[in-house]
């Protein structure tokens, strides 16, 4: 049987977030993710997650502030000190909830700065949270996410996010692959995963257009599973996609997918 994560800042947002787990694994999930669980104590996730019996997957490190719009700052200069105060407050939640896994988002490429500036900043600051990730166990995600989804956003091309490990090469550091993104950067993200699956670390789906369930679309989900699963890939696969109802009355497509 196949094994999804569900997304909680997407999935089961009927509810308040601490009740998400409960909700979760009451449909079968067994793994559960959300990129800034930061509102509540990290005792508190981890306690969820035993009583419910759910293993969290992956989180976000602090991605600056979302009231300015923020989505990450690793790739913003002179904002480095803060980005390594970060990293340390993110690892040690992550460690305290058992999260497999820490993504950096990039943030957004600021204007007037030139490219190869950020560029630096980011590759730089990849490299330090790449090296903390290692000493605390924790290995660390990028993923490309497309300019629809994030306008600006430095990392929008997996072409991009490919750059980034080569010019990193931190052997902790690998990609969060979502096919949805990917589609809508003009990427055919069954070719990708068939050429790039050593590279991937785990995999968000939603189906295009829409973004929303599996089935509601037109994407080639069992393509895409039979390219994971001819790569070896053996982890869950993150559903970070928008129900187009209730979350628990949308999930008929797992029997028809597997």
């Known amino acids: 049987m196949r094994r999804y994560s569900a997304h909680l800042?997407?999935?089961?947002?009927?509810?308040?977030l601490e009740d998400r787990f409960a909700a979760a694994a009451a449909c079968g999930f067994?793994?559960?993710?959300?990129?800034g669980p930061y509102s509540i104590a990290a005792e508190r996730i981890a306690g969820l997650c035993r009583e419910h019996g759910l293993n969290f997957v992956q989180m976000a490190l602090p991605a600056g502030d979302p009231a300015r719009g923020e989505k990450g700052i690793a790739c913003l200069p002179g904002r480095e000190a803060e980005f390594r105060e970060g990293v340390a407050t993110g690892l040690a939640y992550a460690k305290a909830v058992g999260s497999r896994y820490v993504h950096v988002m990039s943030g957004l490429t600021p204007a007037g700065v030139a490219f190869d500036t950020v560029w630096s900043t980011y590759v730089s600051n990849l490299r330090f949270a790449?090296?903390?990730?290692?000493?605390?166990?924790?290995?660390v995600l990028i993923e490309p996410i497309g300019a629809a989804t994030i306008s600006g956003y430095l990392v929008d091309?997996?072409?991009?996010?490919?750059?980034?490990l080569d010019a990193v090469g931190a052997p902790n550091l690998s990609l969060l692959f979502?096919?949805?993104?990917?589609t809508n950067?003009?990427?055919?993200?069954?070719?990708?995963?068939?050429?790039?699956?050593?590279?991937?670390?785990?995999?968000?789906?939603?189906?295009?257009?829409?973004?929303?369930?599996?089935?509601s679309g037109r994407f080639d989900f069992q393509s895409l599973f039979r390219?994971?699963?001819?790569?070896?890939?053996?982890?869950s696969i993150g559903l970070e996609y928008v129900p187009a109802g209730d979350t628990a009355a949308g999930l008929g497509w797992r029997e028809r997918f597997g």
């Open 157 to 164: 091309h997996p072409d991009i996010a490919l750059r980034a």
């Open 178 to 182: 979502d096919a949805f993104h990917a």
């Open 227 to 235: 390219a994971l699963d001819a790569g070896g890939y053996a982890g």
């Open 130 to 139: 790449s090296a903390a990730g290692a000493d605390a166990g924790i290995p």
């Open 185 to 215: 950067a003009g990427v055919d993200p069954i070719a990708f995963v068939r050429k790039h699956h050593g590279l991937i670390s785990h995999v968000h789906i939603a189906d295009h257009p829409g973004r929303h369930e599996p089935g």
């Open 30 to 35: 067994r793994d559960v993710e959300h990129p």
């Open 9 to 16: 800042g997407y999935m089961f947002t009927e509810h308040a």
